[in-house]
């Protein structure tokens, strides 16, 4: 299978040869922009590529939510495409993903995203005859959403899902299918044994490719050696036999200058599949005193506390998450930190934040307001060749900075270009908001080098577990108030 979007010179896909057997758990994986949705929409048939795909199976893609119009229950949800099923049935699949009985009845539309996301895995499991096409399933889904899904998962069959939470991904895949920089590949197992085998295979890339770039050197020093004694050989005498032995060694080094060539091809093929992560430049500061102060502290709506009351210092070098489920008010917290809210509260509180040019604010709310071509813009021309800087060690082309619109690049692609403008300048406090959404698996470790190499003073809130036991220093969950 060959596939390549009409304005690209170079394919996503080329003579692709893949077998997946239908009862299996595929995790999808590979980088921002490599082509994991273009697969996906591929096998559903709404993309024109060469080829052919063999298989009797009913693709079914997740998420595919009613439309907004639709004044639909739940219940009316789950049985349009299932009529036969018996509530029993249902009412099996809402225990198994912790929802009550009652949400049946509810209207759809007023549902918070991780009960939408619940109920729509149930509708997609509930036809046993399909296979399912989930792409990138977590990100309404708070941590323990997420455990609740991936042991849904767990219990089902037959199915492709790309994610870059490795904790979500590790409770339920038995293969992984990873799409690389010049091949795929399928390898049994979760994705700490394709992350172990893939950095096995670099390595040994990487040394092999060091030996042939020495091995290459000598017999390059060898040819031309050779070439030029026997070039000078050749002109410098008349003698028959002499003529011959000059010929002869100009031949042994045509021979040598092919090997060279032929070893200079496999090296270039070595390099070529190794992923090339660059150091991401993170400019830290630290702040010159405690950063905020909680004592028995809770935001108010209405008069009652949106959680029950906490007590949380932040001081220079700390990195603190904010955990708890969706609702519960973490995005709250962080906007009534940031001063963008004025909020009743409960408690004591000091908030001593640095000045504006020195914070670097991740936030959702940003990005549907936001994009590359309103960053670009914003930014002096020295502020742009860092921003460009920046993107290029997350992985982005070159070729795709003058593209200002950014309307051909991937929700991770355009997810960096929100990145690379929060790693702009030289910041004291970092307050960032599920940065690791749509990011791919290699960026999440880029940056979870960045900052425990740079150690910046953080207060985050993100419900990628991996990342966050990798840099947190401190964490607090918020529960609800009963």
């Known amino acids: 299978m060959t596939f390549h979007y009409p304005s690209m010179l170079e394919p996503i896909f080329?003579?692709?040869?893949?077998?997946?057997?239908?009862n299996w758990k595929l995790g999808l994986v590979g980088r921002n922009g490599r082509g994991k949705t273009a697969f996906l929409r591929i096998l559903l048939d709404q993309l024109e590529y060469e080829g052919s795909i063999q298989s009797t199976l009913d693709f079914k893609y997740f998420p595919t939510?009613?439309?907004?119009?639709?004044?639909?229950?739940?219940?009316e949800v789950l049985l349009e495409h299932n009529p036969t099923i018996e509530i029993w049935e249902i009412e099996r699949e809402l225990s198994y993903m912790d929802l009550p009985n009652d949400i049946l009845h509810k209207k759809f539309q007023v549902l918070s995203g991780g009960e939408q996301t619940k109920l729509l895995f149930i509708e997609l499991f509930l036809n046993e005859n399909s296979f399912s096409l989930i792409d990138e399933p977590t990100n309404n889904l708070d941590s323990h959403g997420r455990q609740i899904v991936g042991q849904y998962l767990n219990r089902k069959s037959g199915f492709i899902v790309t994610s870059h939470d490795e904790y979500f991904l590790n409770q339920f895949v038995d293969h992984i299918l990873a799409i690389n920089k010049s091949s795929i590949d399928v390898i049994t197992g979760n994705v700490d044994t394709w992350k172990y085998e893939k950095a096995n295979a670099d390595r040994l890339a990487k040394e092999k490719n060091s030996k042939l770039k020495t091995e290459i050197k000598r017999l390059h020093d060898v040819s031309r050696q050779v070439g030029v004694w026997?070039?000078?050989?050749?002109?410098?005498?008349?003698?028959?036999?002499?003529?011959?032995?000059?010929?002869?060694?100009?031949?042994?080094?045509?021979?040598?200058?092919?090997?060279?060539?032929?070893?200079?091809?496999?090296?270039?093929?070595?390099?070529?599949?190794?992923?090339?992560?660059?150091?991401?430049?993170?400019?830290?500061?630290?702040p010159r005193k405690q950063v905020l102060s909680f004592r028995d502290f809770s935001i108010l709506r209405e008069g009652t506390p949106l959680f029950q009351p906490i007590n949380m210092d932040v001081h220079p070098n700390d990195r603190f998450f904010i955990a708890g489920k969706n609702g519960v008010g973490k995005s709250s917290l962080l906007d009534f930190i940031l001063g963008k809210e004025q909020l009743e509260t409960t408690g004591e509180y000091h908030i001593n934040l640095p000045h504006s040019d020195q914070l670097s604010i991740f936030s959702q709310k940003n990005q549907e307001d936001l994009d590359h071509s309103s960053f670009l813009k914003q930014l002096s021309a020295e502020g742009k060749e860092e921003y460009w800087h920046l993107l290029h060690q997350l992985g982005i082309k070159r070729g795709k900075f003058s593209d200002d619109s950014s309307k051909n690049w991937s929700s991770g692609e355009q997810k960096k270009a929100f990145l690379a403008h929060a790693l702009l300048g030289d910041n004291e406090l970092f307050i960032w908001d599920e940065v690791t959404n749509y990011l791919d698996i290699f960026i999440i470790d880029q940056l979870i080098d960045a900052i425990n190499s740079g150690q910046p003073t953080m207060i985050g809130v993100d419900h990628n577990e991996y990342y966050v036991n990798a840099i947190a220093t401190k964490k607090i969950e918020l529960k609800p108030f009963l």
């Open 14 to 22: 080329e003579n692709v040869n893949v077998n997946i057997n239908e």
């Open 65 to 75: 939510y009613p439309d907004r119009a639709e004044d639909v229950t739940a219940l």
């Open 230 to 286: 026997g070039t000078k050989k050749e002109n410098s005498t008349k003698d028959a036999a002499e003529r011959r032995i000059a010929a002869k060694q100009m031949k042994r080094s045509k021979a040598i200058k092919k090997r060279t060539e032929e070893m200079i091809e496999e090296k270039q093929g070595l390099i070529h599949n190794v992923e090339e992560i660059s150091e991401l430049n993170m400019k830290v500061s630290q």
